[in-house]
Every structure is written in C-alpha cells, then in structure tokens.
C-alpha cells in the first residue's frame, strides 16, 4: 500500500478529507506517522488485501459501496477498524482488541481525531489561548 | 583598578557621544567605497537597510517554497536590523558596525519600579546604581527570563548559559518604536495601567499593501569576548556587563565594562499574514555542533570537543555568575537547520563576504523561521515547523536525546508560538498578543 492510497482509504474510513489529513503544507506529518505504523504493525497479506479490496471500490465516497468492500468483508473489516481507531485516538490496537494496544506517540495522541470532532483538547495540551476555559467553547 | 579595566573605561569615556564601539575596524566607510562594493559586488538591491513590513509570498504553497519565502524574510530583516544607523554605509563593509536594533528600547527602561512612566522614545536608559559610569549599553540580564536567579519557578526548564571560559552569557530585549507606543499609549507599562486598558492587547501588524510597520521584538544573547574567542568573527560591542550581588561569597553588585560578541539573536515581527507573529531566530556559527553530525570546528563557544559532560544540561544550583570555575553548558543543536534554510544561509553570508571578506555577519546563520500556517484556525494557527530553538536562548528545551535519538514533547519542547500563546498581562486576566514582555509590568 503507498502513503497516497493510504491517505485516501484513510478518508474514506475517518469521514475526514484527505486534505485534511494530509495538507498540501503539512505542519504535522501524522499521515506519514500512522502509514509507517501501519505497514510496520499490520502483516503483509492483510495489509494486500486491505489495498485490493480499497482500489477495487469504484467510488470510494460512496459510503455504502465501502460498506460492502471492506466492512462486510471479514478479512478486511478488523484492519480497516484498527486504522479508524489510530486516527481518532492515536492508539494502536492489536487485533481489534481494545485493551491492547499502544499509543503510537505523543504527537500521534494529540493529533488524534477525536479531540477536533468533540470541540476539546487532548489532557495536558491546548492550542488555545491562556483562560480559554473561561468563555464558551467553539463548535466550529 | 586593574590597567585593561582603565582602559576600557577611559575607551567608552572618550567616545561618549556613541553608543558602542566597533569591535573590528577594517576598511574605509566613505560612500565611494559604498559605490565600489555595490557596483563590483552587485549587492544593492539584494542587501537592503529597508526593513520589509511583512513575508511576500511568491508562489504556491509547496513546502520548500513557501519555507525559503519566510526564510528571506527573516534574512531581509536581519540584514535590515544589523545595519548601520547611518542608511549609506553598506552593512560590514568596515567589518563590524553599530546596529539599528541596539538603538531601541530596551525592556528594563519601559518595565519600571513601581510601574513609572518610562522616558520617552529616543531618551536614553536608566541604569542601576553600580552602572552609572557606564555611559552606554548595559547588559542586566543573565538569562532569557529577567529573574532566572530569584524566581523559584520558571516558565520552562530553564538556566544559565555557560561559555567555554566559564562565564555567563548575557541577554537582552529591545523593541521598536511601533512596540513602544503601543506600551506607552495605552499605559500597558504599569500593573494599574493593564488594569484601566482590560482588553486583550493588540500590537500594530506590518503590512505590504499599507507600507507600514508593525510590532518588533528582537531578543540578544551575548559572550564575553575571552580566550579563544576570535573577536574579528563576532559582532562586538563594548557593555557595562551588570552582575547582581551574592551572598555566599558575599560580593556586592557590579557592573564592568566588557567587550561581547553577538551569539544569537531572536527577531519577532507582527504582521498582517500572521498575527501569531513571525519567529526568526539567528545564532553565531561557531556556537555548537548538531547532534548526531561530526563537530568539525577548532573551536566552539558552547561545545567543547572530547567533553563527557551530559550535552545540553542546565547548570546545578546555585546559579550564580560570581562563582568560580563555573563548569561550561556543553550544548549541541537538537533541531537540525533545515536543507532550504541551509542553502539561504550560504547565499547571504556569500553576499555578506562580497562586501567585505571581513565582515563580522557573514558568520552569522538562520536556524530557522516560524510561522502560522493556518492563522484563523487556532488561536497558534498551525504553527511551521512545529518545533524550533535557538541554541543559546532555548539551550534546555530542544528536545530530549532517548536511545541516541531526538524527540521533541509536545508542550516542552521549543515552540516561540505555542509558548507565546501564552503570555497574559500582569495587571489583568487578559491576553498580551504573544509577549512576555507585559508580564513584567509592575
């Protein structure tokens, strides 16, 4: 699999845009952080049929034609998980078991989906400004 | 009084009327020189004293692109502040001169005792009391927080940075005259005055389509000029180097007149493509290697070849700069100077050496530029690189070294726009647009 069909798979599974994930200036790097974690953690035959299965879906913003490429397919659908928890949590989960695994790294954690998607922050790092807490939070 | 203290004294004395001295004296400065260089150098238009009022984005926004444009302008500023105050002498062509930088105000004279009025722009300073024969610049600090020897808590992990001759770099802050009168005009300089304003403060932006100036803040390090130092390879001026007093020894304050070369050099600039500020950051290059990468140099001034002392290791305590035989910081750069900023530096310290093969700038190098990529989508606009120090102002938080690897933490680890973003005001919970400065209000 290569980073860019990565990044695009990766969309298709997070809801978010690849150009969100992966900006033209990427400050960050994440996509490149979780693609190696992946193809270092994910074995080889899975990893092929993940990449088969995502290029053989014709239109890949189609939700239910993802639905039925990769969720239904039971050799595709534990990989495909584990690559939508890393990307909202920055965790990596072996075997779909959400009691093992391990956070990837401190800049995977705090990039992670989840805290964008909720309005929040990760614990311990904010980008805001100092006594932000104090006025409402943004929902946009 | 020891003979080359008199000597320095009666040097400072005799030339009352300007600021600092030279420390390198080289050539003749008359405008036909000026003329020769340029029109045999070809390096009018490229080395200006204009300083730019913002970045000029000149194409798409590739990686590379856009990184060597905020690198241009850090360097177009650089070479803007380092000028001399006089516009028609070319920058080093006498080797070193005075700067426009080092004619602002410095933070000590607008942050005063009891939240006075400072004096205003174009008065000179105010000094301590065992300073007042020093007729001229004064160095007070010594260390990039004003109190790293009093306070018992510090904003980072923090201390005193060591020269290879034992002694304590020294460190300053000036601003400019758009700076000031916004500090002044809004009576931001006193704890009561940050309290009537009650706003979050706003520095004036730099902008291309108005011509116009904004907020600047320039951050100086310096080191005693000592053995081993080359003093014809450093900007050089003479200071009245203040030392607080101590008690263990118990030796009172002081202030001594010493020759210190420019080490690095932080240059902040508001402006209207990035309100979080552009961070550009200079060092000397001879202060320290990059870890990982051979220590090729006969001589640096923070790094010591053959040390086993631990790389980048605050000081023990006490700090204080009349002990002796302080132990030198051995210091490596953890953030590597990257390729495209490499290649800028080469081509301007090459112009710099054009003007003058002796010129103090041309070993002087951009570690990097940093900026917000996406100004409106944070309050830290998704700042480019994520992380960046300089050597000498952020020696303790380039990142930790874990199994002969860097890693920088996030939150840590050096970021001018995500430690910024959080300077407050003293006088009231309200933000200070990205400078600790307002902080020391009192």
């Not at chain 1, 990989?79 to 790294?105: E, H």
């Not at chain 2, 410095?106 to 009891?114: G, K, P, Q, T």
């Amino acid at each position: 699999m290569t980073l860019e069909t990565f990044v695009a798979l990766s969309a298709s599974l997070t809801g978010y845009p690849a150009s969100k994930l992966k900006p033209e200036l990427d400050t960050q790097k994440v996509a490149e952080l979780f693609y190696d974690t992946l193809i270092e953690q994910a074995g080889p035959k899975p990893l092929a049929t993940l990449n088969d299965a995502f290029l053989a879906i014709a239109d890949p913003t189609d939700h239910e034609l993802i639905k039925i490429g990769i969720f239904d397919n039971p050799e595709t659908m534990t990989l495909a998980k584990i690559i939508i928890r890393m990307w909202y949590t920055g965790v990596w989960y072996y075997c779909n078991d959400p009691q093992d695994g391990f956070v990837v790294s401190s800049k995977g954690y705090i990039n992670g989906l989840v805290w964008g998607t909720m309005f929040a922050h990760p614990m311990g790092y904010s980008v805001s400004h100092f006594g932000y807490w104090n006025e409402a939070p943004s929902t946009t | 009084m020891r003979k080359s203290n008199f000597w320095a004294l009666f040097s400072v004395t005799i030339v009352a009327s300007f600021v600092f001295l030279r420390c390198t004296e080289t050539g003749d400065s008359s405008l036909d020189k000026v003329d020769d260089v340029e029109a045999d150098s070809g390096v009018k238009s490229d080395l200006s004293p204009v300083l730019p009022f913002d970045v000029t984005i000149t194409g798409d926004k590739l990686e590379t692109t856009i990184l060597h444009d905020f690198d241009l302008f850090s360097w177009q500023s650089f070479i803007a502040l380092s000028w001399s105050t006089d516009d028609s002498e070319m920058i080093g062509i006498n080797g070193d001169n005075s700067t426009k930088w080092e004619t602002w105000k410095n933070a000590y004279d607008i942050f005063l005792e009891n939240g006075e009025t400072p004096q205003p722009w174009g008065t000179p300073g105010q000094y301590p009391s065992s300073c007042t024969d020093s007729n001229g610049r004064l160095l007070i600090q010594v260390g990039k927080t004003p109190d790293l020897l009093t306070a018992s808590e510090q904003p980072f992990k923090t201390g005193p940075l060591i020269d290879q001759n034992g002694l304590y770099t020294r460190f300053e802050i000036v601003v400019n005259q758009e700076m000031f009168n916004y500090i002044y005009n809004n009576d931001l300089y006193s704890f009561d005055g940050q309290g009537a304003f009650n706003q979050n403060a706003e520095f004036p932006s730099g902008d291309n389509a108005d011509s116009t100036w904004g907020a600047i803040m320039v951050k100086a390090a310096w080191k005693v000029i000592g053995d081993g130092d080359d003093a014809s390879k450093f900007h050089c001026v003479e200071a009245a180097v203040y030392t607080p007093a101590s008690t263990n020894p118990a030796i009172p304050e002081s202030c001594v007149i010493q020759k210190v070369g420019l080490v690095g050099l932080h240059i902040g600039t508001k402006t209207t493509t990035s309100p979080q500020w552009i961070w550009s950051t200079f060092e000397h290059v001879d202060n320290a290697p990059t870890f990982n990468e051979t220590a090729d140099k006969a001589h640096y001034n923070y790094y010591k070849k053959g040390s086993d002392r631990e790389i980048n290791a605050s000081p023990e305590q006490p700090w204080d700069p009349n002990r002796a035989n302080q132990i030198p910081t051995q210091v490596e750069r953890l953030i590597p100077i990257d390729p495209v900023t490499a290649a800028l530096n080469k081509e301007f310290q090459g112009k710099l050496r054009a003007v003058n093969e002796k010129s103090v700038w041309q070993y002087y190098e951009l570690v990097g530029t940093q900026w917000p990529v996406d100004p409106t989508q944070s309050d830290e606009g998704n700042p480019f690189p994520v992380y960046l120090g300089n050597a000498t102002l952020e020696t303790y938080i380039q990142g930790i070294v874990q199994d002969g690897k860097v890693t920088e933490v996030p939150g840590v680890s050096s970021s001018c726009i995500h430690c910024h973003n959080g300077a407050m005001m003293s006088g009231a919970a309200k933000q200070a647009d990205f400078t600790y400065l307002l902080k020391r209000a009192k």
